[in-house]
């Protein structure tokens, strides 16, 4: 099983960066995917989540309306456009899988599977 995140980079305040995560090495149809991140001497955060053949995305307040996911089922990949982007979004960014219901989207511990995380870094 693996997750691999790709896109982040080097971004100007105000700016966009879109995130791609794609899922392989067995059938993730009904499992759900998530965005966490985790800036530097701080917890991992998390940021959205939807089921891949389902419900979703959700969003934490914290990027309530500057982020937004999407999915590619038959792909198995879901993606996370970052706009108007802020210094305090610059972390490394994660996506997970599991299969969870709808009420656990927010814990870690919830997902099964993680990808290797890609960096974020936006500057002022």
């Known amino acids: 099983v693996q997750l691999q995140a790709s896109g982040g980079g080097l971004a100007q305040a105000g700016g966009s960066l879109r995130l791609s995560c794609a899922a392989s090495?067995?059938?993730?149809?009904?499992?759900?995917i998530g965005w966490f991140r985790q800036a530097p001497e701080k917890d991992r955060e998390f940021l959205a989540a939807?089921?891949?053949?389902?419900?979703?995305?959700f969003y934490a307040n914290a990027v309530k309306g500057r982020f937004t996911m999407s999915k590619d089922s038959t792909k198995s990949t879901v993606y996370l456009q970052m706009d108007s982007l802020k210094p305090e979004d610059t972390a490394v960014y994660y996506c997970?899988?599991?299969?969870?219901?709808?009420?656990?989207?927010?814990?870690?511990?919830?997902?099964?599977?993680w990808g290797k995380g890609t960096q974020v870094t936006v500057s002022s």
């Open positions: 090495g067995r059938t993730f149809s009904g499992y759900v």
């Open positions: 939807t089921r891949l053949n389902g419900w979703g995305p």
């Open positions: 997970a899988a599991g299969n969870l219901i709808m009420s656990s989207i927010q814990y870690q511990r919830s997902y099964a599977y």
